[in-house]
């Protein structure tokens, strides 16, 4: 059975750094590629990136000067690391599974709230 | 970018009525995904490959189009169907359509 967990601090101050985390089972993240995805309360979802299977990243390129994702294999991790945040950046933020078309297995997704 | 722009924004509709959503790109795809959310939940794969239903989707739901224009049909609408619906598609990145809420008229 597959499953993804996002987990990570609820609340960041602004211009800090954002660090989440998406711990998978069922799925091995050596043969899966794993995507980000984020969605201001009552707006709609933005793809954030993915890093793929052989370890590569990909960024949309609205926020990749910000954003870098990395894994650790062994503890079936993907990371989201996301610098200056802002206001803006207050989201749901979402794991998923990327098959190369579209998103099969979701996270429950994390709430982030950028504030002072 | 792909630009996906879905209509309408809202919308209402009866039981028993037939529903439709349209989703155009601003340039060609080959396929279009849809993704069914509900409050509080995150979304579901829904129509994968244009018109293939995801595993538990009602067979009252079909997706059909190519090129720029695709659409999602509801032959007949429940009361269960009542969500946003989004459609996203894959061209060397992943963009999604803004949306469309679809309630209970």
């Known amino acids: 059975q597959v499953q993804l967990k996002e987990s990570g601090p609820g609340l960041v101050q602004p211009s800090q750094t954002l660090s989440l985390t998406c711990t998978v089972s069922?799925?091995?993240?050596?043969?899966?590629?794993v995507s980000w995805i984020r969605q201001p309360p009552g707006k709609g979802l933005e793809w954030m990136g993915v890093?793929?299977?052989?370890?590569?990243?990909d960024y949309n390129s609205a926020i990749k000067s910000r954003l870098s994702i990395s894994r650790d294999t062994s503890k079936s991790q993907v990371f989201l690391k996301m610098n200056s945040l802002q206001t803006e950046d207050t989201a749901m933020y979402f794991c998923?599974?990327?098959?190369?078309?579209?998103?099969?297995?979701w996270g429950q997704g994390v709430m982030v709230t950028v504030s002072s | 970018e792909i630009v996906l722009t879905q209509s309408p924004t809202t919308m209402a509709a009866s039981p028993g009525e037939k529903v439709t959503i349209t989703c155009r790109a601003s340039?060609?795809?080959?396929?279009m995904h849809w993704y069914q959310q509900k409050p509080g939940a995150s979304p579901k794969p829904w129509i994968y490959?244009?018109?293939k239903l995801a595993s538990g989707v009602p067979n009252r739901f079909s997706g059909s189009g190519s090129g720029t224009s695709y659409s999602l049909t509801i032959s007949s609408m429940e009361t269960e169907d009542t969500a946003t619906y989004y459609c996203?598609?894959?061209?060397?990145?992943?963009?999604f359509g803004g949306g469309t809420k679809l309630e209970l008229k």
């Open positions: 069922g799925l091995s993240l050596t043969s899966n590629s």
């Open positions: 490959d244009t018109s």
């Open positions: 890093i793929w299977s052989n370890g590569g990243t």
């Open positions: 998923a599974r990327s098959r190369l078309q579209y998103f099969d297995y």
């Open positions: 996203q598609q894959w061209s060397s990145n992943w963009t």
């Open positions: 340039s060609s795809v080959s396929y």
